[in-house]
């Protein structure tokens, strides 16, 4: 199970990783307005969620007394290179703590703001919050680029094209990997990891 989560993690990472590639410096710091947040300050929330959450999480609260919350969301950083180095700090935080993840502690009982979570439940619960933040990052970044930015995904219409290229690849009934960087459906392995 360990390996499926870090897998999924590395699938998020690299979405984030493909459009600061594609950002200058100014793009990074760019908002839309004064309510909105710029790819730095949700860089400096995700990694701070990320640092908090994952710091000694078998054994500590996720909700660090040390963390600034509301901090996250005013910018601090002056350069990209400074927003990347946090991003990679707090991915290589979340990495270590799931590679601490075992059959002994999945459904172990740890704390989020003093809420019980089953191990495997704090994993769900931060899936599904971080690609949110980093879908934001890519459509801010999608956004800035405009015609010259290089797709992360299928590209427009390339649909068939892409479905074609997963046919040939998966012929002979290949199930080895899977089908699609987010779809399990077709790997019976993973689909074992979830019978009870």
Not at 60 to 85: A, P, Y
Not at 116 to 140: C, E, K, M, T
Request: proline share 1%.
């Amino acid at each position: 199970m360990k390996d499926l989560f870090i897998k999924r993690f590395e699938y998020y990472k690299a979405l984030g990783d493909k459009s600061f590639e594609q950002l200058s410096d100014d793009q990074i710091f760019w908002q839309f307005n004064e309510e909105s947040n710029s790819i730095a300050v949700i860089v400096k929330h995700v990694a701070g969620n990320m640092l908090s959450r994952w710091t000694n999480f078998l054994t500590e609260d996720g909700e660090k007394s040390w963390r600034n919350r509301d901090g996250e969301f005013v910018n601090t950083f002056k350069t990209k290179d400074e927003v990347l180095d946090y991003w990679e700090k707090g991915w290589s935080c979340l990495f270590d703590a799931l590679n601490q993840i075992n059959d002994e502690n999945l459904y172990s009982t740890i704390y989020i703001r003093n809420e019980a979570h089953s191990v495997i439940d704090a994993v769900f619960r931060q899936l599904a919050h971080y690609p949110y933040h980093i879908g934001q990052i890519v459509f801010i970044a999608k956004m800035l680029k405009n015609e010259d930015w290089k797709t992360l995904s299928i590209a427009r219409n390339k649909s068939q094209d892409f479905n074609d290229e997963m046919k040939d690849k998966f012929s002979g009934n290949n199930f080895n990997s899977n089908s699609s960087p987010v779809c399990f459906q077709n790997n019976s392995e993973v689909r074992d990891d979830y019978k009870l």
